[in-house]
């Protein structure tokens, strides 16, 4: 299968400081991405979607401006937990699909980030 | 809204024995149903999928039936080696293919010599 490249595996911040996490796609132009979450004892859960070129649909609940999305090109997107504080402490993960619809998505490893 | 009911775990098996990870769901209308496996270090990988009641999807000895009269979709595999020590997901998606997937909260199985 294609490969989904995410970096860092982890992360360890201040409070107060901005992340920034990659996701790749390395033999596949990705026209979608998507970002997920995982706290502890819960279930991934969508935080956004983003198409390449254009601005990212967030999911009800997460903030647009403390988590910035950028897939600027079609093998890249960032996200940017922005001011992080302990309570964004969680696993992120990101997944890329190679057409606009209805085929497999990838995943990356993810990235585990703590704040401190 | 849509969800998925999993298994939490950990598990651990010995070698060769049978498995079963239940997944109950709740959505409206007919959602394709997934499995995914994340072995340690790697990316969530697809590991079987169904996309209609009474569908079964299988591989790597692993199978899983869509069943709308109890909305499951357990995960069987009949003999398991050390090799599929991982985390599984129970997913769907209401959306045909895997775009905007719900997530079960994963359960760790570790297989043991």
């Known amino acids: 299968g294609a490969v989904v490249s995410q970096h860092p595996s982890w992360v360890i911040c201040k409070s107060g400081t901005s992340v920034k996490i990659e996701c790749r796609s390395l033999?596949?132009?990705?026209?979608?991405m998507f970002w997920y979450r995982q706290f502890p004892k819960q279930s991934l859960m969508l935080m956004a979607t983003s198409n390449e070129g254009s601005k990212a649909t967030y999911e009800q609940g997460v903030e647009k401006d403390k988590f910035l999305i950028n897939h600027a090109s079609l093998t890249l997107s960032t996200l940017t937990v922005t001011s992080a504080h302990p309570e964004d402490s969680s696993f992120y993960i990101c997944?890329?699909?190679?057409?606009?619809?209805?085929?497999?998505?990838?995943f990356g490893q993810g990235t585990r980030l703590t704040v401190v | 809204g849509n969800s998925v009911t999993q298994m939490e775990g950990p598990v651990t098996l010995s070698e060769e024995a049978f498995l079963t990870i239940n997944c109950t769901y709740t959505a409206t209308g007919y959602p394709s149903l997934f499995w995914y496996v994340q072995y340690p270090g790697e990316g969530l990988q697809l590991l079987l999928k169904?996309?209609?009641?009474?569908d079964k999807g299988s591989n790597k000895g692993f199978e899983a039936t869509y069943r709308k009269e109890t909305t499951s979709f357990h995960l069987e595999k009949g003999s398991v080696q050390v090799s599929d020590s991982a985390v599984y997901f129970c997913a769907l998606s209401d959306q045909g293919g895997s775009e905007k997937l719900v997530f079960g909260k994963g359960m760790k199985l570790t297989v043991n010599p």
């Open positions: 033999d596949f132009q990705a026209t979608t």
């Open positions: 997944s890329a699909r190679e057409q606009p619809t209805n085929t497999e998505a990838f």
């Open positions: 169904a996309t209609k009641a009474d």
